[in-house]
């Protein structure tokens, strides 16, 4: 078991920053990965918490148990090599502090190359830890409505309840709020190739915003017969009520299977494109369209898809131009409740409109458990900051983790969709690395030297 840290060298701090301290417990609503390290770091800078999580006595359609951190999808946090995103979160975590990855770490089980645990005894120890820590008071009860005071944490996940769902739509606004996630796939730029693929805009309208991905009749009908025949996904019992939002946001297996012409006149209709090069128009046409600022993600348009993730690989590196396509992540389509947070949020985790109500885990856009923890990290330690007097903080964007709050945070709100911890969204280095595996090696050691300098600079511990 995780001994009681003492408290963070940040107490140190409040000499140099005057403003006041809250002594109230910080309000932690939802106790899944995110809520559960976010209550963790809280307590353990010294500031009572009283963490809200409904079940046993309201279980959701997705658990089981009453424990905390309950994993209900795999037992898997990703890879644990420190040059791919996951691993590289995980290592970050580490040198944070954070009590997911440390108890993850100590009931880990062989998964060959990734971080798996036994996941009873794994949420039960966490139970246990949170349960036993003096400033942690475990509530047992359904929060239907976000308080009107005191400093509050929301990490209510995907499966927020319906009465706390209402709630969050007066709170954010009915715009910025999904029930339903259809998110196309997403590839980076360097795996296209633009020997096949141009850049043009239709009708020449605009800079040439878009990459497209030509074909000729054959090779479009090869991908209609492919599409049409490869094999979805098992919706889940409780997701299936949502399956009346798919006419609203096809997806495109569907849309295959309504005809041979149906996508040519939906999101691959090839008027007004011409690639400038040859002046050649084309039979139909798949449209990139950019993801983040820096131009290193690209969104397959209109490509919303239920299909097993393998299956996505298979069929769409039949497109002309993404035959090596690397995909960050793939297309979807589930229930979800996540905010928009690029409309909302801080780089801080902070709602704009109300500073001292912070957010986290997968109600923030962010996919995955690593990530749901590595954003209950940054939202607990921003809470206790605030309940501190003091200033919250930001990561380095040459971090996973701060590059993928920067990411939520900045991205374009028009578009927003869900993102994983992926090398797409960290700053490249002025010279280019072509070789795939170096430049992941050498993100990894900018991050974690970036970070050490990071808490150097702020006086934060390093490690737990």
Not at 436 to 445: N, V
Request: hydrophobic content about 40%; overall charge negative.
């Amino acid at each position: 078991m995780l001994p009681l840290l003492p408290l963070l060298p940040l107490l140190s701090l409040l000499s140099q920053e005057t403003m006041s301290i809250d002594r109230s417990p910080v309000c932690v609503i939802g106790g899944g990965l995110a809520g559960t390290e976010a209550a963790w770091q809280i307590a353990r800078a010294g500031v009572p918490v009283t963490l809200y999580e409904m079940r046993p006595q309201h279980l959701s359609p997705a658990h089981h148990t009453g424990d905390l951190a309950e994993l209900v999808c795999s037992n898997s946090f990703g890879a644990a090599a420190s040059d791919r995103a996951a691993g590289l979160l995980h290592e970050e975590l580490r040198q944070l502090g954070s009590i997911v990855i440390g108890k993850a770490d100590e009931h880990q089980v062989p998964a060959g190359g990734a971080l798996a645990v036994d996941r009873a005894v794994f949420s039960r120890d966490l139970t246990e830890t949170l349960s036993q820590h003096p400033l942690i008071t475990l509530s047992r009860q359904e929060v239907q409505e976000i308080p009107t005071e005191g400093i509050v944490v929301l990490t209510t996940g995907p499966l927020t309840t319906h009465d706390l769902a209402q709630d969050l739509l007066r709170f954010t606004g009915m715009e910025y709020l999904s029930f339903f996630d259809a998110a196309s796939p997403i590839v980076v730029g360097e795996s296209i190739n633009m020997d096949v693929a141009f850049r043009a805009s239709r009708y020449d309208k605009g800079d040439a915003d878009y990459i497209n991905c030509p074909m000729n009749k054959e090779q479009y009908l090869h991908f209609w017969e492919a599409l049409c025949g490869a094999e979805q996904a098992e919706l889940k019992d409780f997701e299936r009520e949502t399956a009346k939002f798919f006419e609203g946001c096809l997806p495109i297996e569907e849309m295959a299977k309504r005809g041979e012409e149906t996508m040519r006149y939906g999101p691959l209709k090839p008027v007004g494109l011409t690639d400038d090069r040859t002046g050649e128009r084309f039979y139909a046409v798949v449209q990139l369209r950019q993801e983040d600022k820096a131009g290193q993600l690209w969104n397959m348009v209109g490509f919303q898809t239920n299909l097993r993730w393998g299956e996505q690989k298979r069929v769409f590196r039949l497109i002309p131009g993404l035959e090596n396509a690397e995909f960050v992540r793939m297309g979807v389509m589930h229930r979800n409740t996540f905010i928009n947070s690029p409309k909302l949020l801080h780089p801080t985790l902070q709602f704009q409109h109300r500073p001292t109500v912070l957010a986290a885990g997968q109600l923030t856009g962010t996919e995955g458990y690593t990530a749901a923890a590595a954003g209950g990290w940054l939202a607990g330690t921003n809470a206790a900051r605030l309940a501190l007097g003091l200033s919250p903080i930001q990561l380095p964007v040459t971090t996973m983790l701060g590059a993928l709050i920067d990411f939520i945070a900045t991205a374009s709100a028009k578009h927003f969709q869900p993102m994983p911890p992926n090398f797409g969204i960290i700053p490249p280095f002025p010279s280019k690395i072509r070789n795939k595996r170096e430049r992941y090696g050498a993100y990894r050691d900018r991050s974690l030297t970036d970070l050490a300098q990071w808490q150097k600079d702020l006086g934060l511990r390093v490690r737990g």
